[in-house]
């Protein structure tokens, strides 16, 4: 039988031979059958490893050509597993913005540190657009599964705190996905527009984060950078463009 103190020392030995995804799924693995908080300390034997480095990640890292988010879930942290949270640190460069998204499976408190940022949120069916701008010091809740964005209106780099309540809260970016539904479907959705039209939409979207608005750029002085585009949805025989 496969026992606790298996799998702990099966961990141990794996970290020193394995990439480090699959180290931290076999230390997940562990920490999901450890039946106490004291077992799951047991487990995390090291101190060192319940903390999260988020100025020197080298997981849960997505970037875009105007900045970048870092985030600790449990696929990236083990230690936040059975306590019910994770964490995204946002670092948005002048008028970058963390284009709209939703997290399937968490709420989200953000809280902005030192930028002004614009915010927007759709909720669901039949619920108003809700927008705002939130100073340094000030914070915001998206429920579960909502529409959301963040955008930084300056000039200088701005710093979000995402905070939810699940270890595992997921994310979902709007356009990438929407984008990479069958051809037909979305032709039908979009009122009858042709194929070229969608798949050349689908290859303009930026990689998040990504510059902002205008506007924004404009009155700070800057222009609009070439942006990587490599988060597209992947294209297999069910959403093939032909």
């Given amino acids: 039988m496969f026992s606790f103190s298996a799998a702990v020392v099966l961990s141990a030995l794996l ?3 394995l990439s480090t995804p699959l180290v931290v799924s ?5 920490l999901r059958l450890d039946p106490t908080q004291v077992d799951r300390l047991s487990t995390l034997s090291d101190d060192t490893q ?29 230690a936040v597993v059975g306590n019910g949270v994770a964490m995204t640190i946002g670092f948005l460069g002048p008028c970058a913005m ?3 998204h ?5 709420a989200e408190i953000n809280f902005s540190v030192n930028g002004t940022l614009r915010t927007g949120m759709l909720a669901e069916n039949g619920a108003r657009f809700v927008v705002n701008e939130l100073p340094p010091g000030s914070m915001t809740v998206f429920p579960q599964g909502a529409i959301h ?19 595992d809260p997921g994310v979902l970016q709007m356009a990438q996905r929407f984008m990479g539904l069958p051809v037909d479907i979305l032709q039908a959705t979009l009122g009858g527009l042709g194929v070229v039209e969608v798949e050349g939409l689908a290859k303009m979207i930026p990689d998040n984060i990504v510059a902002g608005t205008d506007e924004c750029l404009q009155r700070c002085g800057l222009t609009r950078p ?9 294209r297999v025989s069910g959403n093939a463009y032909a």
């Fill in 226 to 234: 070439t942006q990587p585009t490599s988060q597209q949805q992947p």
């Fill in 26 to 30: 076999v230390e997940v693995a562990a």
């Fill in 98 to 100: 963390n284009s709209p």
């Fill in 149 to 167: 964005f963040e955008m930084n209106t300056g000039c200088d780099v701005a710093m979000f705190v995402a905070a939810f309540n699940g270890e």
């Fill in 102 to 106: 939703t997290h399937p499976r968490a």
């Fill in 15 to 17: 970290s020193t031979v």
């Fill in 50 to 78: 319940y903390v999260y480095d988020f100025f020197n990640p080298t997981t849960g890292i997505v970037s875009g050509a105007a900045g970048h988010t870092v985030t600790a879930t449990s696929g990236t942290f083990p």
